[in-house]
Nanobody
């Protein structure tokens, strides 16, 4: 059974930085794409950033220039570095992974709170 486990969430002051990590277990396949989403209660889950296994990254306009997604050193791991954090970045951040659109997985989420 594939599991995605996020770590690194917490409380940070506006203007600060945070690094989230996600590690997968139980998959014998290399994910073709990993991503970070975030969700505020009452709102739809929104895409933050994606990265392919080859390292091609894309970002939501709201985080461009502030967030960096990267593949981890270990297979099927992904990181998200957030800088210049704003209160509107407060959300539960979810790790997502897929294998060429055939299988996809979600983590349980990690809370990020940015205080003003």
């Amino acid at each position: 059974q594939v599991q995605l486990v996020e770590s690194g969430g917490g409380l940070v002051q506006a203007g600060g930085s945070l690094r989230l990590s996600c590690a997968a277990s139980g998959s014998i396949l290399t994910f073709s794409l990993m991503a970070w989403y975030r969700q505020v209660p009452g709102l739809q889950r929104e895409l933050v950033a994606t990265i392919t296994s080859g390292g091609s990254a894309n970002y939501a306009d709201s985080v461009k220039g502030r967030f960096t997604i990267s593949n981890g050193d270990a297979r099927n791991t992904v990181n998200l570095q957030g800088n210049s954090l704003k209160p509107e970045d407060t959300a539960v951040y979810y790790c997502y992974a897929e294998v060429y659109g055939l299988m996809n997985y979600w983590g349980q989420g990690t809370q990020v709170t940015v205080s003003s």
